[in-house]
């Protein structure tokens, strides 16, 4: 299994920018989907963005909500996986997630899709 330890998060106001970052180990995620997910609170968790494994790795999938300011991106040859925010909201406020899905899997936005967990980054963004 994938252990994942995000960084990154903190307190910052709107219209600011994060960048979290997502550090693999115990295997090459290589060939593994990878997602972001966020929790804010009293809400579920949601899916926030994605890129793809292998020879997919170009294909990225993002919420709606953060079509435009959020990029994710990968460095396989450091185990890495990022989330590049600009342009940040109150509403972006949550604890963000760093995820891996299944070995050779699809790339998808639903949780249930990824078995790999980390313990996630606080993101707080003030108005």
């Known amino acids: 299994q994938v252990q994942l330890v995000e960084s990154g998060g903190e307190l910052v106001q709107a219209g600011g920018s994060l960048r979290l970052s997502c550090a693999a180990s115990?295997?090459?995620?290589?060939?593994?989907?990878m997602g972001w997910f966020r929790q804010a609170p009293g809400k579920e968790r949601e899916f926030v963005a994605g890129?793809?494994?292998?020879?997919?790795?170009?294909?990225?999938r993002y919420a709606d909500s953060v079509k435009g300011r959020f990029t994710i991106s990968r460095d396989n040859s450091k185990n890495m996986v990022y989330l590049h925010m600009n342009s940040l909201k109150p509403e972006d406020t949550g604890h963000y997630y760093c995820?891996?899905?299944?070995?050779?899997?699809?790339?998808?936005?639903?949780?249930?899709?990824?078995?790999?967990w980390g313990q996630g980054t606080q993101v707080i963004v003030s108005s």
């Open positions: 890129i793809g494994n292998g020879w997919s790795r170009s294909s990225t």
């Open positions: 115990g295997r090459t995620i290589s060939w593994y989907p």
């Open positions: 995820a891996a899905g299944q070995y050779s899997g699809i790339l998808s936005d639903s949780d249930l899709q990824y078995d790999s």
